[in-house]
């Protein structure tokens, strides 16, 4: 079983930044993929950001409504996600939640943190 933690939402103003971590836990024999995806009332859950370990360098897909103010970035040592998120709007307000595909196949969601974009 995996378990992922997720770290670092709360309340910030338009503009503001937050950094997102997600650590993973359990019996992993590795990650092929990390990822966020977030969820507003009322919305589908969506992909934010996601980054893959195929190929020499991994692949990063963004979704285009945070490209150039988010990254993505996982440090494989402790197994763990990040998710910087700069210049943030209103609109970004939302659940945030990990995903994880292990070694195996496996997917595993965390609980989700709350980020909140008002003034």
């Known amino acids: 079983q995996v378990q992922l933690v997720e770290a670092g939402g709360g309340l910030v103003q338009p503009g503001g930044s937050l950094r997102l971590s997600c650590a993973a836990s359990?019996?992993?024999?590795?990650?092929?993929?990390m990822g966020w995806y977030r969820q507003a009332p009322v919305k589908e859950r969506e992909l934010v950001a996601v980054v893959s370990s195929g190929g020499v360098a991994g692949s990063i897909v963004y979704a285009d409504s945070v490209k150039g103010r988010f990254t993505i970035s996982r440090d494989n040592a402790k197994n763990t996600c990040y998710l910087q998120m700069n210049s943030l709007k209103p609109d970004d307000t939302a659940v945030y939640y990990c995903?994880?595909?292990?070694?195996?196949?496996?997917?595993?969601w965390g609980q989700g943190t709350q980020v909140t974009v008002s003034s």
């Open positions: 995903r994880t595909v292990v070694v195996g196949g496996g997917i595993y």
């Open positions: 359990g019996r992993i024999f590795g990650i092929n993929v």
